[in-house]
């Protein structure tokens, strides 16, 4: 199975609360990622981790959190959406040892009103 | 930080027509060049990737790109496209393959 599923696929949330994305993947990827994708923009990286590592971009750090409970499932977590991050989010992985390409899921579209 | 920039957000041509999709991207370092495509309500998938070698690399269902490191670009090639082809097209870039910058996508539409 080479697929990455995400959940939900659209998901709605009120200014100010929390919201929390899964992605997991059973590619046994060492790597695995969060993009934001917005419309005429290209795929951002929020950030990704590498084994249990964490790296997070610069300029989106404190905005977004993640955990990865173990090698197959990744979450991104917002603690107090604002209507900027309405957005997709894609999830996506990969593994740096075997040299493999980046697999996507198909997105979570979020909508914050 | 790498940067991708795609020219064109938008190329029209008829089935069977050829077509080259461009890509420019800046970074001084080894890097890995990538295409991925996304038809409409599907999740990005990948066409091919460039890290060493022949600059000239084959991809799924006909698709090439040539890498060329005097230009900075890794243009992506179909010498005879099918209205299947019609999707949104992304160029990535990373170093030590873990960071990937996608551009903007260009658009292909594909008449019959």
């Known amino acids: 199975d080479t697929t990455v599923k995400q959940n939900p696929r659209y998901k709605l949330a009120r200014v100010g609360k929390p919201v929390n994305l899964i992605c997991s993947q059973t590619m046994n990827h060492d790597t695995m990622y969060w993009y934001q994708k917005k419309p005429n923009q290209a795929p951002k990286l929020l950030l990704f981790?590498?084994?249990?590592?964490?790296?997070r971009e610069a300029d989106t750090f404190e905005k977004f959190q993640s955990s990865r409970p173990n090698n197959s499932f990744c979450s991104l977590y917002i603690g107090s959406a604002g209507l900027e991050y309405s957005a997709m989010y894609l999830c996506?992985?990969?593994?740096?040892?075997?040299?493999?390409?980046?697999?996507f899921g198909k997105g979570t579209r979020l909508t914050v009103v | 930080t790498q940067t991708v920039s795609q020219s064109d957000a938008h190329v029209t041509v008829f089935e069977g027509d050829s077509v080259e999709l461009r890509c420019n991207y800046s970074?001084?370092?080894?890097?890995?060049l990538s295409w991925y495509i996304q038809h409409h309500g599907r999740g990005l998938q990948f066409l091919l990737k460039?890290?060493?070698?022949?600059?000239v690399v084959q991809g799924v269902n006909g698709f090439e790109a040539e890498f060329s490191k005097s230009d900075s670009s890794f243009h992506l090639r179909k010498a005879s496209v099918h209205w299947s082809d019609s999707a949104v097209y992304f160029c990535?870039?990373?170093?030590?393959?873990?960071?990937?910058?996608f551009g903007k996508g260009t658009s292909l539409t594909v008449i019959p």
């Open positions: 996506a992985s990969s593994s740096r040892v075997a040299n493999t390409e980046v697999f």
């Open positions: 970074y001084g370092g080894s890097i890995y």
């Open positions: 981790y590498y084994d249990k590592i964490l790296n």
């Open positions: 460039y890290y060493s070698g022949n600059p």
């Open positions: 990535a870039v990373s170093a030590g393959y873990q960071n990937f910058y």
